[in-house]
């Protein structure tokens, strides 16, 4: 008895024990409660820690720092008097790995419970436990998409969420706010529209997120989760009720694919950065441009670009002469005109004169990041002349620098010519005839010219010339007759020169005019005499065919007459 | 293997030609909306700069408030450009010119010879080659008749003839080959020598020109009507038809 007695009290004890001691698990989900040891860059999934003992304090988790925490939530239950408590931690990875979640461990009744750990693998590619079917995808699916991968710190990014399904079997029930760890700008949607695809009609619902990233790194948007009832066909043939209802709705939970954009620091510049997007100009005007002392004038600036108006902060107006004193007043938005165009972001300051003169308000800058040429820019603005009178009547002057700035305020892009748009935009060497070509071509009809003058002159000229050069002509007849021995052609060339000389005919020529020529110039009567035996001597060697004896010295006589007569005639 | 590297040689060309037409397109797309240094990115990536990049890129740097780079280069497009480009420098000039309070055309006589020179213009440099050499041509053979038929009436004709087309042969010639420097800093100052230790002749004006006498490295001795001296180039823009 004694024995069954110990038995008993043994099992009670071990049975209390059981019941007092905590028991702590770490679970990892997906997020419709499914076992999960892998999941995609920005997938979400739950980790839960269940106590089955009441506690107050939260269970701090190993490895929870390297997942990005999305919401927590603590759920309390008591059933049979035994009180349950779960702490949910919705997360997800942005790194590829192996991580290691747990243990987590909790203070319970003034003792620390640890729980098991649990391994997931964070991959690239979204793997999901339970696979969607086909069919399923094709009826709902939704899309999470980024217009740039690779941006700067505070660049503006634009993710579009779009939800699409089929039009009859497909209704939207509920979306969850995405979860963006950037600044949101601007949020817009959802626009619906209805679009065929692969021969479906398919309702489209999108949302449009402005998105600034505030870190460098990595940034992730996670994927976003939506409700959707899906009808589905009831099989239930010998249902009596099957006719009425053929159909149900089954509510399933789907999500979009994740997002991943580098975030980079912004480039190191010498002038501040004050604010990143695209602009087109910086424009400042005054009014009014002349101003009495102590009168308050007010300075615009006007910056034309595709940014956000709470992107920038107004800026401080530079290098302003100490003459002028001012201050902001207010800055705002204005509407573009034309659809495309911009808007321009006006900021307004109240410029007061303090001392009367002609004073330059510097042109003003502005330093930002450009995102379509992605490098600093910086933007000057025209500088403005202000006029600041006595307090008394504007003097004439005055109106001149009013003009000034009034012609500052025009817009000048109006007035210009636009730019050319097609052809000559690479420079081209002009077609030309090469130089030394064309000059040859220029001096051709010079050369011809120049050929007809001398012609011209050679027509009008040439019997001096004849005349002149009858001996030397003659001396060299005789150099080669005699070089030929043909003495017979001497008196020929005596009479041809002689003829040329006189400018007679030489047929009209004889011995006896040449002796009364000769007697003319006044030539010696011996030496006519000489002459004309000379010639007769000739005459017998042309007509009797005589062999010359010594016919050198006959040629050196021609010659001596030769210069002889040259020298007379 | 000859036809391959041939063939590779052109391909490289063609692609060539088609990334540096790509740029101008895109400073143009830049510039429709109104993204002036961006514009001016792209239109600076074109190697060999045609009249109307330079065109597009004077109304880029008007777009951002530099007036004097953007009349150097109106200007420059205006030395290398066709006829149907000066109207619109001309318009773009006196915008700007008025702008920075000067006057872009000096007088009236000024005016009548560029009207007179832009009118030259309209046919290209061959096409004047070609008119003069016929000229030339048919008036000396003409003289030379005339001459040996002594009809003096003719050879003045002619010779007045001949003479006029040769000057606006000359006048055509000297408007595409005219080099000169444009002034556009702001306190640029001429000196008597090639660097900044040597004595200040006299202050540049901007936008003033002054033609080009010499160079040395970084210095430009340039001339006008008031003195000759060395301009630092980085104050003056160079305006060359043969750029």
Not at chain 1, 18 to 33: E, K, M, P, Q, R
Not at chain 1, 91 to 98: E, K, P
Request: proline share 4%.
């Amino acid at each position: 008895m004694l024995v069954k007695m110990k038995i008993v009290e043994f099992v009670l004890l071990i049975n209390a024990a059981i019941c007092t001691a905590a028991y702590v698990d770490l679970n990892v989900t997906s997020i419709d409660g499914s076992s999960l040891h892998q999941a995609g860059v920005g997938q979400p999934f739950l980790i839960t820690v269940t106590i089955d003992s009441p506690t107050n304090s939260e269970p701090s988790i190993e490895g929870l720092e390297r997942f990005q925490l999305m919401g927590k939530s603590k759920r309390m239950s008591t059933i049979n008097g035994r009180t349950t408590i779960s702490y949910s931690y919705q997360v997800f990875g942005n790194a590829v790995g192996n991580f290691t979640i747990g243990p987590a461990s909790i203070e319970v009744s003034g003792s620390t419970k640890q729980s098991n750990n649990r391994v997931i693998r964070v991959a690239q590619q979204e793997k999901s436990e339970r696979p969607q079917q086909t069919e399923e995808k094709e009826l709902a699916k939704l899309q999470l998409s980024v217009d740039k991968s690779h941006v700067v710190v505070g660049e503006k990014i634009r993710c579009t969420l779009q939800f699409a399904g089929i039009s009859d079997k497909v209704q939207l029930e509920q979306i969850a706010n995405p979860h963006f760890d950037a600044i949101i700008d601007e949020q817009s949607g959802p626009v619906t529209h209805n679009e065929q695809r692969n021969g479906k009609l398919y309702t489209i619902a999108e949302w449009t997120f402005d998105i600034r990233p505030n870190k460098p790194g990595k940034l992730v948007l996670p994927a976003c989760s939506a409700d959707v009832a899906i009808q589905k066909e009831v099989n239930d043939h010998l249902s009596a009720f099957s006719i009425f209802f053929k159909y149900r709705n089954e509510l399933r939970k789907i999500y979009s694919n994740a997002a991943t954009i580098e975030v980079t620091e912004l480039p190191v510049s010498k002038n501040a950065i004050q604010t990143i997007g695209t602009f087109d100009y910086l424009h400042a005007s005054l009014k009014p441009a002349v101003a009495k002392e102590g009168e308050g004038m007010v300075l615009t600036l006007a910056l034309k670009g595709d940014v956000p108006l709470n992107a920038v902060e107004t800026p401080q107006l530079q290098n302003m002469p100490p003459a002028l004193k001012w201050y902001e007043s207010k800055h705002y938005l204005q509407e573009p005109e034309g659809a495309k165009e911009h808007k321009t972001l006006n900021f307004e300051y109240v410029v007061q004169g303090l001392q009367q003169g002609t004073w330059e308000i510097p042109a003003q800058q502005f330093t930002y990041f450009d995102v379509k040429c992605r490098s600093v820019k910086t933007l000057r603005s025209s500088p403005i002349t202000v006029a600041i009178e006595p307090n008394g009547i504007l003097s004439t002057a005055s109106h001149s620098s009013h003009a000034e700035a009034k012609s500052n305020d025009k817009e000048p892009q109006e007035e210009l010519s636009s730019i050319i748009t097609e052809g000559n935009w690479q420079a081209t060497k002009p077609a030309i005839i090469p130089w030394p070509l064309f000059f040859i071509l220029a001096l051709a009809p010079l050369l011809w010219a120049l050929w007809r003058a001398l012609q011209l002159y050679a027509l009008h000229y040439a019997p001096y010339f004849k005349q002149r050069n009858a001996f030397n002509y003659a001396r060299k007849q005789i150099i080669k007759t005699s070089q030929t021995g043909a003495s017979d052609q001497l008196r020929a060339i005596f009479f041809q020169a002689i003829a040329v000389r006189l400018n007679m005919s030489p047929s009209l020529l004889s011995q006896e005019i040449i002796e009364r020529k000769l007697s003319d110039v006044g030539m010696d009567s011996k030496k006519i005499n000489a002459f004309d035996s000379f010639l007769t001597m000739l005459h017998e060697f042309s007509f009797y065919k005589r062999q010359a004896q010594g016919n050198e010295s006959l040629f050196d006589q021609a010659n001596r007459w030769l210069d002889e007569l040259e020298r007379v005639l | 293997m000859k036809k391959i590297i041939v063939l590779v040689i052109t391909m490289f060309v063609l692609c060539a030609h088609a990334n540096q037409e790509e740029f101008f397109l895109q400073g143009n797309k830049y510039y429709s909306e109104k993204a002036f240094e961006c514009a001016l990115d792209s239109y600076q990536k074109i190697e060999q700069k045609g009249p109307a990049v330079l065109f597009n890129m004077g109304n880029c740097y008007f777009g951002i408030g530099d007036e004097q780079q953007a009349i150097a280069h109106w200007l420059q497009a205006d030395n290398q450009g066709p006829w149907n480009i000066h109207k619109k420098v001309d318009q773009n000039c006196t915008i700007a010119f008025k702008k920075l309070g000067k006057e872009y055309e000096a007088s009236a006589l000024h005016s009548i010879y560029n009207s007179f020179v832009r009118t030259l213009c309209i046919f290209p440099l061959l096409w004047w080659q070609l008119l003069f050499l016929c000229v030339w041509i048919f008036s000396i053979i003409a003289i030379v008749n005339a001459t040996f038929n002594r009809q003096w009436g003719l050879i003045i004709f002619y010779l007045f003839f001949v003479c006029s087309i040769t000057i606006c042969f000359v006048i055509r010639y000297k408007s595409t080959s005219c080099t000169y420097v444009l002034v556009i800093g702001k306190d640029a100052t001429v000196r008597t020598g090639p660097a900044d230790n040597y004595g200040i002749i006299a202050t540049a004006n901007c936008l003033d020109t002054m033609s080009i006498v010499g160079r040395h490295e970084n210095w430009l001795k340039v001339h006008n009507k008031v003195c000759t001296g060395w301009i630092c180039a980085k104050d003056v823009a160079i305006i060359d038809s043969k750029l």
